[in-house]
């Protein structure tokens, strides 16, 4: 989804393009992983804007438009290990433009539209919500209810995108060992600068990005689905 240059800070736009209403936010994705040796974190700074299209154009383009910036935020565990949590969720269903969302869920509940969420929102600077709620994924003809919570995952070589393995949001330790377990992971409101510099960690990030899809516009099978959320520019 990528947008836009990032922005100097929180800030609202009061027009774009025809005089568009859009809102844009900035907010922390921090995930927190208890181990042996004590509490682990990692964070990363995503920026999120919502477009309101004007009531002239088509009806199926009618509505607001979401988009957002940033990269996964990773977090560094015992035994060299490093846990990566995507912008998107387990489920594939949501992506980190509705993360926000998810943590403030109740204190959003009769905001009247998704400008209107960013708005206030911004208001609530420094305050943390962690990421809770449910949403339906169809599996195998049936209906089951799964977590919100980011797509999370590891690699068995850091070295090689297609050693990239999935991780239980429920059973840390069945890759990282006894002990390793997910506390939570929280939204904070921000102003700061959207975080950067994934590739320093992932060498042949770069290369995959610009690889990474087909003409017709769908995801390489060259690389394994479980990537797609590390990044968006």
Request: hydrophobic share 40%; proline share 5%; glycine share 10%.
């Amino acid at each position: 989804m990528g947008f836009f240059a990032a922005v100097a800070g929180v800030i609202t736009v009061s027009g774009c393009g025809l005089g568009t209403p859009s809102e844009e936010l900035r907010y922390r994705l921090t995930v927190e992983v208890d181990t042996p040796e004590g509490l682990k974190t990692g964070s990363s700074v995503i920026a999120i804007r919502g477009v309101k299209n004007p009531d002239w154009v088509t009806p199926e383009a009618r509505g607001t438009r979401a988009s957002f910036q940033g990269e996964a935020a990773a977090v560094d565990l015992p035994g060299g290990k490093t846990l990566f949590a995507l912008l998107e969720t387990g489920s594939g269903l949501s992506d980190a433009a509705e993360y926000p969302w998810f943590a403030f869920a109740d204190r959003l509940k009769d905001s009247p539209d998704w400008l209107e969420s960013i708005r206030r929102m911004r208001g609530w600077k420094g305050e943390v919500a962690a990421i809770t709620g449910t949403e339906q994924l169809r599996e195998d003809n049936q209906i089951k209810q799964v977590p919100v919570l980011p797509k999370l995952v590891q690699f068995k070589d850091i070295r090689d995108p297609k050693s990239v393995e999935r991780v239980d949001t429920a059973n840390l330790a069945a890759i990282f060992g006894a002990g390793v377990s997910l506390r939570r992971i929280t939204v904070e409101v921000t102003d700061d600068a959207v975080t950067t510099g994934l590739e320093r960690r992932l060498g042949w990030l770069r290369q995959m990005e610009s690889h990474n899809f087909e003409k017709d516009g769908s995801f390489s099978a060259k690389y394994p689905r479980d990537l797609i959320g590390l990044r968006t520019l």
